[in-house]
């Protein structure tokens, strides 16, 4: 059988709803495509009838491949699986929630064919999302940019197609805590970016609540800075030195003024509270670090697959 000259990876969480919407959209994507396509449908562990729908979409579209993890690894996770599995040339990423446009695909690959190497969708509308999410989406990736050691672009996700060999160099980063589009950029070669329109979700809720967000976030910041141990180093030394001009000042004032000048707990125990404050921040972000660290030394598999095809053979990165 020859390789497919694309693949284009979809993690799915239970949607049962979007999946045959999804399917028909991405089917008339890849008609147009200029090569053989296959549809790398990621299963993270849904606990509706997303799988089922699945193998009854692949029973008529060969193009289609499944795998299915045998629990929730993370979305994460489930774009690297797709990677893992990918033999095209091109290999797209995109939410089955059908708020990227899979038309857009066509865009990338326009792209793909005039040389580039990472081609990412960058976001210009997002229809159908709270101030909330429009302010703390805004707000994290330009925190990411100003920390991280390297310049990802603003309001882009994982939306996005790599060519092979940048998936090859993906294939051997296998770190847990990962955030795929800072990976991506990581890696270099030749990138530049689509501008699209974001649609709203076609049915069902985000998979991403606040908690999942915050813990995306850390993930992004651990993985591709080290800001927070320098700001926690930084604080610890104002510190110190403040408390060192305070104390002849301290001296000088109960000497001349009176030894009632600084009597009561209040001053004390707010002092007290501060410094216990700055300690625990300090080593939660130490152990944030830490924690990574003792995830990766485990070494235990990404993710663990109940159903899924044959891995594509080895190849050496270009």
């Not at 499944?66 to 033999?87: K, L, M, P, S, V």
């Not at 955030?179 to 501008?195: A, E, I, P």
């Not at 030195?241 to 004390?268: C, D, H, K, M, N």
Request: glycine share 6%; proline share 5%.
């Amino acid at each position: 059988m020859t390789r497919p000259k694309y693949s284009i990876v979809a993690p799915v969480f239970n949607e049962e709803e979007t999946l045959p919407v999804f399917y028909e959209r991405m089917a008339g994507v890849m008609d147009k495509l200029d090569g053989p396509c296959e549809l790398v449908l990621v299963f993270d562990g849904s606990r509706d009838r997303s799988p089922e729908i699945g193998r009854q979409l692949r029973e008529k579209d060969a193009r289609i491949k499944i795998i299915d993890f045998a629990r929730n690894f993370g979305h994460q996770i489930a774009i690297t699986a797709g990677i893992d599995y990918a033999e095209g040339d091109a290999v797209a990423i995109i939410d089955s929630d059908l708020q990227d446009p899979p038309e857009v695909i066509l865009d990338l690959a326009a792209k793909w064919q005039e040389g580039y190497e990472v081609i990412y969708a960058q976001r210009r509308k997002r229809a159908g999302e709270t101030f909330f999410k429009l302010f703390t989406a805004a707000a994290f990736y330009r925190l990411i940019r100003s920390m991280a050691s390297i310049e990802i672009p603003q309001d882009t996700g994982d939306f996005r197609l790599i060519d092979r060999k940048v998936v090859l160099v993906m294939r051997q980063l296998r770190e847990h805590h990962r955030f795929m589009r800072g990976l991506s950029v990581w890696v270099g070669f030749k990138q530049t970016g689509v501008l699209y329109d974001r649609h709203e979700r076609y049915a069902g809720t985000t998979q991403y609540p606040l908690r999942k967000m915050i813990k995306f976030a850390s993930d992004a910041i651990t993985g591709f800075s080290y800001a927070p141990i320098q700001w926690v180093t930084s604080l610890g030394f104002w510190i110190s030195l403040i408390a060192l001009f305070s104390i002849p000042v301290v001296a000088i004032l109960r000497f001349f003024y009176s030894a009632t000048f600084f009597e009561g707990q209040a001053s004390t125990l707010v002092a007290v509270l501060f410094m216990g404050g700055v300690q625990l921040i300090s080593v939660g972000i130490l152990g944030e670090y830490l924690g990574r660290i003792y995830e990766e030394v485990k070494k235990r598999p990404l993710y663990v697959v109940r159903e899924a095809p044959p891995k594509p053979e080895a190849e050496a990165p270009a």
